[in-house]
């Protein structure tokens, strides 16, 4: 018995050593590291990486949609499990980088690189799905596009894995940002400075209204719905942020300022 467990507390040291280096090669290859190096290459091959290969690179986690319950952990460590699994089944190289899942897979073979692409975007898009629909948990996903070095395409997931964290889609991937990627750009004060000189004194549960009618594509039925109000009382609150910040939500031009304050502001 005392064999069995000190076999079972080995095995488990080693998997956790095993994990702790992965993430430490993850993060200086994909970024940290600003050229590729005799060791860097030897240090994946030890993680069966080979890092002069061309991947499509996803980043995802798995976040609560309402206040954390007290299985909420091992419910993440369960989605995250199942997700590394099934990913590795596909061929794919994973590890852990804090709470964010990356996975690689290679771009090589007979396959077109669009081909592979569509398949892991429908994939981790069904996943998701069963994810929200199964747990009060979400699985968000960002998908780097192809044709970039490993590096380059790990920041694309990354980049598109924060604007699908703030999106109605729990999967987006980096070839759907548009604007973003000049909001992007912007400096954290000037954001700010923007920010403020659009919504000035306007309530937070303004701002979730607006929101809300937006998402909804300007449809303020669709949107009373999801907010749980009459259509009524959202088109008077839309109102009275047209009132509050000088610009009116129901027309195309202020529309687009407010819209942009609202994703500068996070």
Known sequence: MTEILLRETRTREEAERHERSSTRFL????????ELTPELAEQGF?????????????????VSTRAPMPSFQEE???????????AASRGAASGMLGS???LLFPLSGRRSPEGIVAEITAWLEKAALHVRRSTALTLTVGVSSIGSPAPEAADQAVRALRH????????????D??????????????????????FRDTPGEARRYLKAYFEADGSLSLAAETLFINKNTLNGRLHRVAETTGYDPRRIADAVVLWLALHLEG
């Open 164 to 175: 699908a964290l703030h999106s109605p889609a729990d999967v987006y991937r980096f070839d």
């Open 76 to 86: 993440v460590d369960r989605i995250t499990r199942k997700l590394l699994k099934d």
């Open 46 to 62: 030890a993680f069966n990486i080979d890092v002069r290969q061309d991947y499509l690179i996803a980043a995802a986690s798995v």
């Open 177 to 198: 940002l548009t604007l973003e990627l000049l909001v992007d750009s912007i400096p954290e004060r000037q954001r700010q400075a923007f920010v403020q000189r659009v």
């Open 100 to 102: 964010r899942i990356i």
């Open 27 to 34: 993060q200086s290859w994909l970024f940290d590291c600003h």
